[in-house]
């Protein structure tokens, strides 16, 4: 089921269940009910509030509308009818929404009826609410929800679902669930000391512990090593700019309220960015280009900001302030494929030393052919690109399924789906071609003929959001980080305070290889502090005594095994080193 496909099944979800809502409640008043990346959800104003034991009788209610087979009946009508309806039928959110479309210059707007229900919505939907399989979905949580994510609003019941094509990928679902709750990224942070949140500084905006840095500093030295060998140099961009910058881009327009706008008393009026590739195109316009200087490669990490719905903000996976891995290609129509393919093999690079590459499936993520309105640039330019993509998926062999209304803002794309170990997947790396957004700055090189014309632009992100990549690496790996990974590579454990110089002098051995090292000084017994070392899942133990002060060597007990290997210490360092230079 391709993306498009399950947005229109869950959002129709979100329909079924106002209507089971409605029969239980006909005093209800109903919110909006959108799809979510994991099912859906409906905010709704009550006269009691939920408890757990709800959620099964509205189950049973929303299969009984399924087996009912009532259509999705799609009606366009003027504001002020619908104005009329609403208020006849006391739905005062529905009426501030049609307002505020009003206000917009809209003169009509889209209904969709459901048996009982009446709901003011854009669409679409199914044709009607029998192709939902009735034994595929479940209503999984109840909570609390600002209208509008206003905190000064009422605060509303949300209830949040899932639904799937069939019973068996339900019961998958349910059943990673539960694996999940121990790979939770949120736990697991808190467990192993990576990250933080402050009331002071405010939800959606993760603080990084020393040992989360580590983890962020090596995934970027990393990537940025992959990317220097293909010819990308890194810049660096201010988080501020005019708004100015965006409208041209055509971001302003497509982001809205998601843009944080910065003032002072000094009249400053800037935005905080929402996405890095205006900044790069003014790095590009700097100076005079020529078809000899091209291609041009820049890439950066930084943080990009975005006002996400107060509701939707949680641990890593949703947040304001996200650092971005992004990198862009100013280059020759004659370049394109040869650059695009560089980026994929970029992929393939990074993904292959944590083990992912091979776990995933690739979307050509094209325009939605019916709405063209939604995007910018010139259809010929469209065409051009989604051809280009298609002979690259060809010969690189990728597989590329399509995926219609999936593209960019700007132009098409080659999405990469991973899953992570239960599982579930996660759209991280993608590749974009953008023939529009340098015409819309009037970028140019002067070509073999002295011409002056606009160069290609090629998008790609490797590992997408460091905080969301974080969340896949934390949750697949269950904590336990490949070695080169991992904040703490090695835990010294002396048997006694006996041997505490000789673990010392292990650990300046390892320093001096750039090996992360902890000693363990703690009085309690050896047991107790080898089981906390695995608890922290770092990946080497040595325990030091008598016998390997003695002959200088170390016993080592690697993460998930309960043998013990002796080494001299040399050879140890030495060992480990090669481990972690090879990124195995």
């Known amino acids: 089921m391709n993306n498009k496909k399950q947005e229109i099944i869950k959002h129709s979800t979100a329909h079924i269940l106002a209507t089971a809502v409605l029969e239980m409640f006909p005093e209800a008043k109903f919110g909006t009910g959108p799809a979510t990346e994991e099912g859906f959800y409906y905010d709704f104003d009550l006269p009691r509030t939920l408890i757990p034991e709800d959620l099964p009788l509205l189950e049973e209610k929303m299969r009984a509308v399924i087996k009912a087979d009532h259509s999705f009946e799609k009606e366009e009508i003027s504001t002020e009818n619908a104005t009329k309806h609403f208020e006849k039928a006391n739905q005062t959110y529905k009426l501030e929404i049609i307002k505020d479309l009003q206000n917009e210059g809209n003169k009509n707007v889209t209904i969709?009826?459901?048996?009982?229900?009446?709901?003011?919505c854009s669409g679409p939907h199914i044709d009607s609410t029998g192709e939902i399989n009735s034994q595929s979905f479940k209503l999984t949580k109840i909570s609390g929800a600002y209208w509008r994510a206003n905190e000064k609003?009422?605060?509303?019941?949300?209830?949040?679902?899932?639904?799937?094509?069939n019973k068996k990928e339900l019961e998958e679902y349910l059943e990673n669930q539960e694996k999940a709750k121990e790979r939770d990224h949120r736990k697991l942070g808190k467990e192993l000391d990576l990250f933080c949140f402050s009331d002071l500084i405010g939800p959606g905006l993760p603080l990084f512990t020393p040992k989360g840095t580590i983890i962020k500093d090596e995934l970027q030295k990393h990537i940025e090593e992959v990317c220097r060998k293909y010819g990308f140099q890194k810049v660096s961009a201010p988080s501020l700019a005019k708004v100015e910058l965006f409208e041209i881009s055509g971001h302003a327009k497509k982001f809205g309220d998601e843009l944080f706008h910065v003032t002072s008393k000094k009249e400053h009026d800037f935005v905080l960015k929402p996405v890095q590739c205006p900044h790069h195109t003014q790095i590009y316009a700097s100076k005079t280009r020529s078809y000899r200087d091209l291609p041009i490669r820049y890439m950066e990490s930084d943080k990009q900001y975005r006002a996400e719905k107060t509701g939707e903000v949680g641990g890593l996976s949703r947040?304001?302030?996200i650092t971005v891995e992004d990198g862009h290609s100013f280059c020759t129509a004659n370049q394109v494929k040869d650059e695009i393919k560089n980026m994929i093999n970029i992929i393939k690079d990074f993904y292959g030393a944590l083990g992912l590459w091979g776990n995933h499936w690739v979307s050509l993520s094209v325009r939605d052919y019916a709405h063209p309105e939604k995007y910018i640039g010139?259809?010929?330019?469209?065409?051009?690109?989604?051809?280009?993509?298609?002979?690259?998926?060809?010969?690189?062999?990728l597989g590329a399924k399509r995926c219609e209304g999936e593209a960019a803002l700007y132009g098409p794309k080659l999405d990469f789906m991973f899953?992570?170990?239960?599982g579930k997947e996660i759209q991280i790396p993608t590749v974009q071609i953008d023939f529009a957004t340098p015409k819309r700055f009037n970028l140019e090189y002067t070509n073999e003929k002295g011409e002056k014309i606009p160069p290609v632009m090629v998008h790609r992100a490797i590992l997408g959001s460091y905080e969301r990549f974080l969340v896949l690496l934390i949750e697949h790996f269950a904590g336990a980080f490949p070695l080169w990974l991992s904040p703490v590579q090695v835990k010294i454990i002396p048997i006694s305070e006996k041997f505490e110089d000789y673990a010392k002098e292990v650990e300046q051995k390892l320093l001096e290889n750039n090996i992360r090292v902890e000693m363990s000084f703690e009085s309690e017994s050896l047991g107790k502090r080898i089981a906390e070392a695995e608890k922290q899942k770092i990946p080497y133990m040595l325990v030091v005594g008598e016998k390997e002060c003695e002959a200088k060597t170390v016993a080592i007990r690697k993460r998930g095994e309960k043998k013990q290997e002796v080494l001299p210490l040399e050879e140890f360092a030495e060992k480990i080193k090669k481990e972690i230079e090879g990124k195995k």
Do not use: H, P
Not at 153 to 165: A, S, T
């Open 112 to 120: 969709y009826k459901t048996g009982n229900f009446v709901d003011l």
């Open 153 to 165: 609003n009422k605060q509303m019941q949300r209830i949040y679902g899932v639904v799937f094509e």
């Open 319 to 321: 947040v304001y302030a």
């Open 378 to 397: 010139d259809e010929k330019d469209w065409n051009q690109c989604e051809k280009i993509l298609e002979e690259i998926s060809d010969e690189m062999k």
């Open 419 to 422: 899953k992570d170990a239960l």
